[in-house]
T-cell receptor
Framework: KNEVEQSPQNLTAQEGEFITINCSYS?????LHWLQQHPGGGIVSLFM???GKKKHGRLIATINIQEKHSSLHITASHPRDSAVYIC????????????FGTGTRLQVFP | GAGVSQSPSNKVTEKGKDVELRCDPI?????LYWYRQRLGQGLEFLIY????????KSGLPSDRFSAERTGESVSTLTIQRTQQEDSAVYLC??????????FGPGTRLTVT
């Protein structure tokens, strides 16, 4: 079993829909990242969380440390949000490392 | 300022040839990471450099893979005698503060 699990693996939506991507992990962590990867392959860091909630524009990330769970929400989705969203955790046992989920592929149609 | 850069962006090579992939980290970042992402799969850790410490090579999949870093600057990932299963996107990241990594655009390697 992977230490970081994401769901769903694939997600399609119509423009304007509210989207939620989930991440569960099984190790103690120091922080959690949400990353965005566009088809060209480059990765952009969206959020780094260690507690609570963060918001950037239409993106919201939450984390529940006790439940070992995080969610990424996209409000009013747009085709340009189409990408792979990756959850990655910094394990407490080695804060120099990231453990990655396998990603959620999101396609938003006009 | 400039982000992490990688070159080449794409590389097609014949099976059995050696390849070198380059990463230029953000200036001043002491830590540098190499990852591999095979088609349809998640990122795999390959190797980690931190300052002048011995690198963490625990993720290198075989002795055909090696990497070097000169001080706190550029890093080169070398794959010898490439195999088709080496085809992947190779990503580099650098960081200064704990936890926060900045990723490069990646090098897409295709072994024919």
């Amino acid at each position: 079993k992977n230490e970081v699990e994401q769901s769903p693996q694939n997600l399609t939506a119509q423009e304007g829909e509210f989207i939620t991507i989930n991440c569960s992990y099984s190790v103690g962590i120091s922080a959690l990242h949400w990353l965005q990867q566009h088809p060209g392959g480059g990765i952009v860091s969206l959020f780094m969380l260690s507690s609570g909630k963060k918001k950037h524009g239409r993106l919201i990330a939450t984390i529940n440390i006790q439940e070992k769970h995080s969610s990424l929400h996209i409000t009013a989705s747009h085709p340009r949000d189409s990408a792979v969203y990756i959850c990655a955790v910094v394990p407490s046992y080695n804060t120099d490392k990231l453990i990655f989920g396998t990603g959620t592929r999101l396609q938003v149609f006009p | 300022g400039a982000g992490v850069s990688q070159s080449p962006s794409n590389k097609v090579t014949e099976k059995g040839k050696d390849v070198e992939l380059r990463c230029d980290p953000i200036s001043g970042h002491t830590a540098l990471y190499w990852y591999r992402q095979r088609l349809g799969q998640g990122l795999e850790f390959l190797i980690y450099f931190q300052g002048n410490s011995a690198p963490d090579k625990s993720g290198l999949p075989s002795d055909r893979f090696s990497a070097e870093r000169t001080g706190e600057s550029v890093s080169t990932l070398t794959i010898q005698r490439t195999q088709q299963e080496d085809s992947a996107v190779y990503l580099c990241a650098s960081s200064l503060q704990a936890y926060e990594q900045y990723f490069g655009p990646g090098t897409r390697l295709t072994v024919t």
